[in-house]
């Protein structure tokens, strides 16, 4: 089945290492998103791309970037991790001129 | 920008008995309002949707309405099962051009037995 696939699915750093957090997608979909889920916050926004040339910053981008690569590939970055960084990131995939969000398994970050 | 404001942070019901969930947004130009539940270590799904030229829609258990001119929507399940027990999110999307979801803040629901 097609599918969201992030990768990470748990991962547990340093303060001030790089960190990647990959997501690839077999749904054909165009647009891409990177969310942070914290307890009591929801869903938060970070990056969204419509097209391997289009980056948008969401609500809470600063201390994140991201790339996309390819029409299958999302990756966020974290240039130097710090502890309140530390949450629940979801990758997520939409169609254009569609609604639904497909959402990936999550990447678990935990930043000492 | 929008706003989502989401009640209650955690609500319990017995089994059988009905469960609502209310959200209110700030934007009144949101015509797109999705509900996405996640089961415990999982990730979101979309349960139920309307649009902003709808004031209700149901399927089997579960029914969303939608007050414009109030700027609030809201989730009803009907005959609660333990299944039903996970994070319920709202969410409004402003008008095409923006695609982005703004997310209520969560409602843990338990379903006792």
């Known amino acids: 089945d097609a599918d969201v696939t992030q990768t990470p699915r748990n991962r547990i750093t340093k303060t001030g290492k790089r960190i990647m957090l990959e997501c690839s997608q077999t749904?054909?979909?165009?647009?891409m998103y990177w969310y942070r889920q914290d307890p009591g916050l929801g869903l938060r926004l970070i990056y969204y791309s419509f097209d391997v040339k289009d980056i948008n910053k969401g609500e809470i981008s600063d201390g994140y970037s991201v790339s996309r690569q390819a029409q299958a590939k999302f990756s966020l970055s974290l240039e130097s991790a710090i502890p309140n960084q530390t949450a629940l990131y979801f990758c997520?995939?939409?169609?254009?001129?569609?609604?639904?969000?497909?959402f990936g398994a999550g990447s678990r970050l935990t930043v000492l | 920008g929008e706003n989502v404001e989401q009640h209650p942070s955690t609500l319990s019901v017995q089994e059988g008995d009905s469960a609502v969930i209310k959200c209110t947004y700030s934007d009144s130009a949101s015509n797109y309002f999705p509900w996405y539940k996640q089961e415990l270590g999982k990730r979101p799904q979309l349960i139920i949707d309307?649009?902003?030229?709808?004031g209700e829609k149901k399927d089997q258990r579960i029914a969303v309405t939608l007050n414009k001119t109030a700027k609030h929507f809201s989730l009803h399940i009907t005959e609660t099962q333990p299944e039903d027990s996970a994070v319920y999110f709202c969410a409004a999307t402003p008008p095409p051009g923006t695609y982005k979801y703004i997310f209520g803040t969560g409602t843990r629901l338990k379903v006792l037995a």
């Open positions: 309307i649009r902003s030229n709808v």
């Open positions: 749904k054909g979909h165009d647009r």
């Open positions: 997520a995939t939409q169609a254009s001129g569609a609604n639904v969000l497909t």
